[in-house]
């Protein structure tokens, strides 16, 4: 069994393996799309839409990776079976590498939303830079970057300040992804000084089983717009659409929305 993740070290600190001129060697660019290829596999992107339920207006897109190797794998699980640090670095660079790229070949001007593994955070300093390489060389506005990130993988609270604030130090934004699952808690909130939540996929089919389903959520809500505008992911029916629009989510996010897709087909 390969020892724990967090207990080790990239063994080649500082290399160049993880720097963009050599993961960009491992994508391709045609005339409609960049893909990527690492170990065999292909990885793609594609984009969901999230839409703001106030006044229907397109708050952005998330990026999210397709992965093949002769037929479609499950893009988590691929993630978490990769145990070496360097590996990880790698496989989600080059995954914010093809997302920037397919989004700035669909001209798109809304927020693009971004996942960072959250298994990164103590290579941070241990790494080439790299995500201020990528703006730079493809004049992006990083105002229109939202970093999605799961706090609650990050074991230790004091690591939240070092990633977030590389990223807002360049301008991007902060998210954090799929609150309320595992053990979110507010203390890492406050450390992490999001600029949105995204409540997790299952969170609306939990409360739609709850009597006072609306009741709660309002509560919630109160308490999570201290921090910072509420995204609802997972709207997959009509009634889970209803249930956001009645009870004061700002930003809905689901396949009742917009399916994923390659290319960015704005919903009606
Ligand atoms: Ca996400």
Redesign the pocket.
């Known amino acids: 069994m390969p020892e724990p993740f967090f207990t080790q070290r990239c063994s080649l600190n500082q290399c160049d393996q993880c720097a963009l001129p050599h993961l960009e060697t491992m994508t391709t660019e045609t005339a409609d799309k960049v893909i990527a290829q690492y170990d065999g596999h292909t990885l793609q992107s594609h984009f969901q839409t999230i839409k703001s339920l106030k006044d229907i207006s397109i708050l952005g897109h998330?990026a999210l990776a397709r992965i093949n190797k002769e037929q479609q794998i499950d893009t988590t699980q691929f993630f978490y079976q990769l145990t070496e640090p360097q590996h990880v670095i790698q496989v989600d660079r080059l995954c914010r590498n093809i997302h920037v790229r397919n989004y700035l070949h669909q001209e798109q001007t809304s927020n693009l939303?971004l996942?960072l593994d959250p298994r990164l955070g103590q290579h941070i300093n241990h790494c080439p830079p790299y995500f201020d390489s990528l703006i730079d060389k493809y004049s992006i506005d990083p105002h229109k970057i939202v970093i999605?990130i799961v706090e609650s993988h990050i074991p230790n609270i004091e690591l939240l300040p070092t990633i977030t604030n590389y990223f807002k130090n360049l301008g991007c934004k902060i998210a954090v992804?799929?609150f309320g699952s595992n053990n979110s808690n507010f203390d890492r909130l406050w450390a992490l000084e999001p600029d949105f939540i995204?409540l997790d996929k299952h969170f609306i089919k939990k409360i739609m089983l709850k009597p006072n389903a609306r009741e709660f959520t309002h509560k919630l809500l109160s308490l999570l717009h201290e921090f910072g505008p509420v995204i609802m992911?997972g709207i997959e029916t009509l009634e889970e659409y209803q249930l956001a629009l009645e009870t004061g989510i700002d930003y809905v996010q689901g396949y009742f929305i917009h399916e994923p897709a390659p290319n960015i087909i704005e919903p009606q």
């Open positions: 998330e939303f996942n999605e992804d799929d995204k992911e």
